[in-house]
């Protein structure tokens, strides 16, 4: 009985290790003809959708109009692709922070200052997103689109009120912009050129929010705003 239990264990343990080779065989194949690796490079041109409250605080009348909009920019954009299987992959896409100008909106002056459409403060963003993609058709498809969903955190630094922003503020002003977390998603159409080489192509959105505080000789002002930006990427990609 015993000389029989070891042959069926033998046999059991044969069975497995072919199966297992088979899987490495099969993943091996697979990692000789697919790179799992992705380095992009390429130009995120960012629009803003800006919906924000109206600046609220001292010495500003009630139903005064004073908001705030964003002018769009163009910057480069980094990113590091893992493929995870044929259809799933994980992206961190990270772009060169931008110099964004923050202009009035709304009366065209403020007492004798001019307001609408002036440059009232600046700021860059360290904006680094997360995302799951799933990627459709085969891997030997050349052309493929994806969607994809995530997580993008916001840092603003180097606030700047500029001096056309003080002298609507009435004063020397700080500003203070919290970090933005949020949900983000995007769309995208990917060209294999080579086994190494290729392009994409997407369209993006996040819900970058934040509370703007200015701050003139202790008179407290804020606006609520949402950013709303959808940047279209165009990049090329090395697989390794």
Do not use: C
């Amino acid at each position: 009985m015993n000389a029989r239990m070891a042959r069926l264990a033998f046999a059991a343990v044969l069975v497995g290790t072919g199966a297992v080779a088979r899987a490495d065989d099969v993943e091996v194949a697979r990692i000789d003809r697919v790179p799992l690796n992705t380095l992009r490079a390429g130009i995120y041109y960012l629009t803003f959708h800006v919906s924000a409250t109206d600046v609220s605080g001292p010495f500003i009348p009630p139903g005064s109009g004073l908001n705030l909009a964003l002018k769009d920019v163009t910057t480069a954009y980094l990113a590091y692709v893992r493929t995870l299987s044929p259809h799933w992959g994980v992206e961190l896409a990270l772009g060169v922070p931008p110099v964004t100008t923050t202009i009035g909106k709304g009366p065209a002056t403020v007492g004798s200052v001019p307001y609408n459409g002036q440059e009232l403060l600046t700021a860059r963003w360290l904006a680094p997103s997360l995302l799951m993609e799933y990627t459709f058709l085969d891997e030997s498809a050349p052309l493929r689109p994806y969607v994809g969903v995530g997580i993008n955190y916001t840092k603003f630094y180097d606030r700047q009120v500029t001096a056309h922003g003080e002298a609507v503020a009435g004063g020397p002003t700080s500003v203070s912009l919290p970090v933005s977390v949020s949900p983000t998603a995007t769309v995208g159409l990917a060209y294999q050129v080579t086994k190494h080489f290729g392009f994409i192509a997407s369209y993006s959105w996040s819900d970058v929010h934040t509370k703007a505080t200015l701050d003139t000789a202790g008179n407290i002002r804020t606006s609520y705003i949402h950013f709303n930006p959808t940047p279209l990427v165009i990049a090329a990609g090395y697989s390794f």
